[in-house]
């Protein structure tokens, strides 16, 4: 019976790693993606008396950026560390993406706000940054200035206090719901954004094997299900 427990459990920890995997995959051209693993512990105890494949609710966050790739834009920044830049959502949360592709919307009184992932790029002080028009570059901390004069600085969190939850489109938000303290270390590279540090062909095996393994997980509990009605069939005849 144990071996029931185990093969069905690895079979959901197989399934699970085969999407985390997929979607992977499926963003490997896309700048600030950052890959997801999937992990899977042996425990043994509630709600089972058997041993059983456990994994997290989800995939965690890789917490290994890849290098820079130069695209000579401006307004594209490679963010440092493992460091994430804050954003506002649409409800007023603080949220975070490592998504440098940055650009400038109209915005109040003749300015110009800071997108990032779609959302306005948040300040050390919280706020959505507002800059005039001009030539903007930004520093290696994060610092935007305008025609040579500082307008604010983008704020870097840290993620490591924290477990980070996908919202989509590269956004993610706290699990607990609070908000990331300042990262102490990050650094920026303007004109520079971050791609996955997805390895193709790593991960297409990955899959064919992800496969393979839950094959033989279902051929396991096919035969030990068989295995368990015959003994159950002898026993009954025995009786």
Request: aromatic letters at 6%; zero cysteines; glycine letters at 12%.
């Amino acid at each position: 019976m144990n071996g029931l427990y185990i093969a069905a459990s690895g079979m959901t920890s197989a399934l699970a790693g085969l999407e985390t995997a997929g979607f992977d995959l499926a963003n490997a051209a896309t700048p600030g993606f950052v890959r997801f693993e999937s992990l899977t512990e042996t425990v043994r105890g509630a709600p089972s008396p058997f041993q059983y494949a456990s994994a997290p609710a989800g995939p965690v966050l890789s917490t290994h950026p890849s290098a820079p790739e130069v695209t000579g834009d401006p307004l594209d920044i490679y963010i440092g560390g493992n460091a994430f830049m804050a954003l506002q959502s649409g409800d007023g949360a603080e949220v975070y993406t490592r998504n440098g592709q940055l650009s400038l919307q109209a915005g109040d009184q003749g300015n110009l706000g800071i997108y990032a992932a779609g959302l306005p790029v948040l300040g050390q002080d919280g706020q959505p940054l507002s800059v005039p028009p001009g030539t903007v570059e930004i520093g290696s901390d994060g610092t935007v200035n305008v025609n040579g004069l500082p307008r604010g600085r983008i704020k870097l969190a840290d993620p490591s206090g924290d477990q980070l939850v996908p919202l989509g489109n590269l956004v993610y938000a706290t699990a607990s719901g609070a908000p990331l303290p300042a990262a102490s270390n990050a650094s920026v590279t303007s004109g520079a954004l971050e791609m996955p540090d997805v390895n193709t062909v790593g991960d297409m095996l990955k899959v064919m094997d992800i496969g393979q393994r839950y094959e033989n997980l279902a051929s396991a509990m096919r035969s030990m299900d068989e295995n368990l009605q015959q003994a159950t069939q002898t026993y009954t005849l025995n009786a």
